[in-house]
């Protein structure tokens, strides 16, 4: 039914109604996610952002950099750059970086001018770009999965932290050689899929699947359990275990990792 507004208008009830319907059902979805705890991962720029997002996937991250500032990257993400900023090649810290899953070289770009200049970065792989301020993580310290990071700008160190647990190694979705990312700055993660994260309270304890696990801050606790009996071992698609995290402390994870996105588009044997 339609009704006119006294001019040459008309409104449709009908669809209102279905509208705001389906608003109070969004809302209640909300609502669910919510009371789960956990949250989509959403850039949160500072008062003076330093940096700007762009795209929905594969994204491209644009720093902005004054005179004599500095910013890292891995090889092969940079994408565009003002004149005036320069790049070099440092070698330094070689073993850390290969061991964590990172190239052996680091690309450092350099503003040589005092107007402001600007890097574009890009991930080498069809992926979301990750800021995390590390100032904001326990102890400044924030353990990654290898291959994660992807840039950083300001006091930022990596670092390798071995794992000598076989079990958790082979089964926790860290591996034997984790990343570590240290300092006061700001580095640029990359990960394909739906980003999400939970802040853990002292104690509490969240389950995900090993295949899933993309950060978590220093003082958390990362364990194993079984997947469930034998058969939801061998045939529940979790494989045979998942992994646990204690509180308190930050926990990121991906819907899409690298590994199971080459997986899905891998050519299928004939």
């Known amino acids: ?133 590390l100032s904001t993580i326990n102890e400044n310290h924030l353990h990654c999965k290898a291959g994660a990071y992807m840039a950083h700008y300001g006091e930022v160190e990596i670092e390798t932290n071995l794992e000598c647990n076989p079990c958790k190694a082979c089964c926790g979705g860290g591996g034997f050689i984790q990343q570590g990312l240290v300092g006061t700055g700001t580095v640029f993660l990359n990960s394909t899929g739906t980003i999400m994260q939970k802040v853990l309270e002292e104690g509490e304890k969240i389950v995900v699947d090993t295949d899933c696990v993309l950060a978590w801050a220093e003082g958390v606790d990362m364990e194993i359990q079984s997947a469930g009996g034998c058969c939801g071992m061998a045939l529940g698609g979790e494989g045979l275990f998942n992994t646990v995290f204690k509180g308190p402390g930050l926990v990121m994870v991906s819907s899409m990792t690298k590994e199971k996105y080459q997986i899905a588009v891998a050519p299928e044997p004939k």
Request: glycine fraction near 10%; aromatic fraction near 8%; include cysteine.
């Open 1 to 133: 039914m339609k009704i006119s507004d006294g001019g040459e208008k008309f409104i449709d009830l009908p669809l209102l109604t279905h509208t705001k319907r389906k608003m109070e059902v969004n809302e209640q979805g909300l609502l669910v996610f919510k009371a789960s705890g956990w949250n989509k991962f959403e850039v949160q720029y500072p008062d003076e952002p330093k940096y700007s997002i762009t795209g929905a996937d594969s994204q491209v991250v644009t720093v902005q950099l004054a005179g004599s500032e500095q910013v890292y990257s891995e090889p092969g993400t940079m994408m565009y750059m003002s004149t005036y900023v320069k790049s070099d090649t440092e070698c330094g810290g070689c073993l850390n970086r290969c061991c964590s899953g990172e190239s052996c070289c680091t690309m450092i770009m350099t503003n040589t001018q005092e107007e402001l200049g600007f890097v574009g970065l890009t991930p080498n792989f069809p992926a979301k770009v990750i800021p995390v301020d």
